[in-house]
């Protein structure tokens, strides 16, 4: 990974990787397999004026499925899953000015091939998509923050997730959310500790196995979130981070997960309610 800038304000940035896996599930009747995948990307950044940033990127990318995202034992299996791969075309500005202000947003093209997904009604209940899966949508977001004294800032994403061809052409994908707003905001009680809060909503989505989007939508939900953090100065205690969170601060009730069945009705499972984390970080 490398930049090369041509200007003071023009700049390529370019980098890739190169991964050979080897996969073994003795469980299966083709046990073994070996994928050669890549990532790469290329970035055109432009920086005409102090605080004002734009790029143009246009990035390849993999994941290979965790082991136990195979059927354990299904010997009808034909193989072990494939890598996920894709590309994706962003653009995109970020501009801070009048030194305390914020604002950012970009729009992206995904296309994935061999997506893993969660289908019920087989035996394993892991798939690679049968069709390619493409993403399209935006991101706009805009904050306020003065240093030691308070912050805050509210972003929107907007994401049309369907499959591309097969069967299942133009159908929503199965629990991908189209919209997605969080406001979060911290306020310094003094230089050395900060309270903090915030929203998330996501709305509704197709429950899991429904490909042909024939059940009804899990609904959509919101979730509050507080917390505090201290950062103490002084020698002893210098470099350590104490925190402590309040996740789903009005014990909202609704469901995270749902899964269409054959009687074409869904299952849905609890989120998790009100819950809290403490926690002790450290660098050095």
Known sequence: QDTLRFMECVALEAGGRYQRTFSENTQLVHSRRVDDTYAANAALLFTPTSGLKT?????????????????????????????????????????????????????????????????KFIWGNNINSPSDIVRKGFTLGAGWRRDKFAAANVAYTFVDAEFDGGVYDGKDVPMAAESTLAANTKVWLWDECFVFGGYRF????????????????????????????????????????????????????????AVRSAAKNEVYYPATGRSFMLSVSYEF
């Open 55 to 119: 790029f143009v990127k246009v990035s390849r990318f993999f994941r290979n499925p965790f082991l136990d995202e195979n059927p354990f034992k299904d010997f009808r299996a034909q193989k072990i899953l494939s890598p996920e791969t894709g590309w994706t075309l962003d653009a995109g500005i970020d501009w801070t000015f009048l030194d305390e202000f914020q604002v950012w947003g970009d729009v992206f093209f995904t296309k994935t091939e061999h997506e893993i997904l969660y289908d």
């Open 202 to 257: 996501l709305s509704s989505r197709r429950a899991y196995s429904d490909f042909a989007n024939e059940g009804s939508r899990l609904a959509g939900h919101g979730v509050f979130h507080v917390g505090l953090q201290y950062e103490p100065s002084f020698a002893p205690l210098k470099g350590f981070k104490f925190g402590a969170t309040i996740n789903n601060l009005f014990d909202r009730r609704y469901a995270d997960c």
